[in-house]
């Protein structure tokens, strides 16, 4: 038995529509700052990438930041990872796992990044952190 073709329609529009929702109300553009925060006074040197995107090489100053922003994609599989370089040695770290960042990040990620790790901020909150994590191995 043939599906009638306004039925075809009417589903496409509404998945069309769930989809487009989606995207703009739950998966909303996501900022993600980044801090030097080492407390050296050194700069910090960043590349960021992800599967898809290299949003190339910044030079943080002391007490400075970087932001940059995406819109998570409908999978819950978005993820960012940064190198880190200062005073000769480099580091790695996922800075934005999807799973991991959406509860916490609601629009904003800041990240303070030490000496030993990255700590994400609590979004709303001035001078509160969230967790500390170490570098990646």
């Not at 329609?9 to 993600?32: G, P």
């Not at 030490?114 to 969230?130: F, L, M, Q, S, Y």
């Amino acid at each position: 038995m043939a599906v009638p073709f306004r039925t075809v329609v009417v589903l496409t529009f509404l998945l069309m529509l769930r989809t487009t929702c989606y995207a703009d109300i739950v998966n909303h553009e996501t900022h993600v700052n980044i801090i030097n925060y080492l407390r050296l006074g050194v700069d910090l040197t960043v590349h960021c990438k992800s599967k898809d995107d290299d949003l190339g090489v910044h030079v943080i100053p002391p007490d400075g930041s970087w932001e940059f922003q995406f819109r998570p994609n409908f999978w819950n599989s978005t993820q960012f990872f940064c190198k880190f370089d200062w005073n000769g040695g480099s580091y790695w770290f996922d800075i934005y796992i999807q799973l991991r960042d959406k509860p916490y990040c609601v629009k904003n990620c800041d990240w303070l990044i030490i000496p030993n790790g990255a700590c994400r901020k609590v979004e709303g909150v001035p001078h509160a952190v969230d967790k500390c994590f170490p570098w990646n191995p």
